[in-house]
């Protein structure tokens, strides 16, 4: 009945059951990329939100504490149904991933140690650091905006990798210390930045 | 596989829920900001975990299919084993699923309206980018925590030579996670890395 190819938005997910098993369905196809399964999803394929709407979504999910993938699922779906709606949401992100992976964290232990699975590993693990460090990579870039400028913000790097790895400060005080100076300071260089401004 | 011989009590399985949900509230800039505190607490700290099962963790929560922060929960899954078998390492995946998950998702359940409507306030950017640097700061730091265990020249340089290849290719090609990863695991399975 409706003309395929339509510009209009759709309204949304039909239900609660809908929001669980389109998150399911976003997961299971989220090997270290779940933000392009995301867009995909639920801008192209879905139309639930546009990608202006998803990318505002994204950037509060990055503020908000917590793994950025699950607080936007939690986001999308307190959106439409609120705290259920969340929960659904939450739920569908994570319980089937959760079940296959004790499946898989089981067969790995039932492996006893073959060193084919082991050397696998071995050579997943040096890939997800440089997943990692890739990541890092990535987010340089957009430093070069910031209100502190772009040097004090590399400076952030041997510190932090002096705190931890040298220091062996707590996560917390990590944060606390070195996270709380640069946001300390860049609140102060917002402003100054819209005094210059205004 | 189990490499320590754990008899965790009550009080200190508490502990470690106790100490994931923190991790979770400390979680900014996503999940792979807590490695350096998770590795400090199960590895260092409190010894419940080896090396190879911190690295082994992250590596399967990579492999499987969803978020990545689940390598909580194989996390938690090899503190239990430790502990004597797989019943306890089912509960170990439960309280590192619990401790990652919960409550960042109820703050971010409670406060979304009002962080978007707060969202152009000072603070709220302040903290959004004043947070920026120490995150990849952080990030740098667990890929350096992940990689310590491999100083060993003569057998661990072609690790280090599959880590910078694999750290090009995903950063200057397009080239999808899998394309890289497969191979990477086909290499390391026979043996090559």
């Known amino acids: 009945m409706s003309v395929p190819q339509t510009n209009e938005p759709s309204p949304g997910p039909k ?65 439409y149904f609120g ?6 949401a939450g739920l569908g992100l994570f319980s089937v991933p959760f079940v296959l992976l004790m499946l898989l964290a089981l067969a790995y232990t039932q492996s006893a140690g073959h060193p084919e699975v082991m050397g696998a590993l071995r050579a997943v693990g040096v890939v997800v650091v440089a997943l990692i460090a890739v990541t890092a990579l990535k987010l340089l870039p957009a430093l070069r905006e910031h209100p502190l400028g772009f040097t004090a913000c590399l400076l952030a790097i041997p510190l932090t990798l002096a705190a931890i790895l040298w220091l062996k400060w707590p996560l917390l005080v990590v944060l606390a210390v070195l996270g709380g100076s640069y946001c300390v300071l860049t609140y102060r260089a917002l402003g100054r930045g819209a005094a210059q401004r205004s | 596989m189990a490499e320590l011989a754990l008899e965790l009590t009550a009080w200190q399985w508490w502990d470690l829920l106790w100490h994931f ?42 492999v499987a299919p969803g978020p990545n922060v689940l390598f909580a929960a194989v996390m938690g899954w ?26 960042s998702a109820v703050l971010t359940t409670v406060a979304t309206r009002w962080i978007r409507q707060q969202s152009e306030r000072r603070e709220v950017r302040a903290f959004k980018q004043g947070m920026a640097p120490v995150v990849v700061g952080l990030m740098l730091a667990s890929a350096a925590l992940l990689m310590a265990p491999y100083q060993v020249v003569e057998t661990d340089w072609k690790l280090w030579i599959l880590g910078l290849v694999a750290l090009l290719l ?15 695991a086909c290499l390391g399975a026979l043996g090559w890395v």
């Open chain 1, 83 to 88: 705290v259920r709606g969340a929960i659904a």
């Open chain 2, 78 to 103: 090899h503190v239990g084993l430790n502990n004597g078998n797989v019943y306890w390492a089912l509960l170990g995946g439960c309280v590192g699923l619990v401790g990652i998950v919960l409550p």
């Open chain 2, 170 to 184: 995903l950063w200057r090609t397009k080239l999808h996670l899998l394309w890289v990863l497969v191979p990477a």
């Open chain 1, 15 to 79: 239900g609660l059951a809908d929001l669980y098993w389109a998150f399911t369905w976003i997961a299971l196809q989220g090997f270290g990329g779940v933000m392009g399964v995301m867009y995909r999803e639920l801008v192209e394929r879905r139309r639930w939100l546009t990608n202006e709407e998803l990318l505002e979504l994204w950037s509060i999910a990055q503020v908000l504490p917590g793994p950025n993938m699950g607080n936007l699922s939690l986001i999308i779906g307190e959106r």
């Open chain 2, 21 to 62: 949900m923190g991790l979770s509230l400390l979680a900014v800039g996503g999940g792979v900001s807590v490695l350096p505190g998770a590795h400090r607490y199960l590895v260092l700290q409190q010894g419940w975990l080896t090396q190879t099962q911190f690295s082994a963790s992250l590596a399967l929560a990579q």
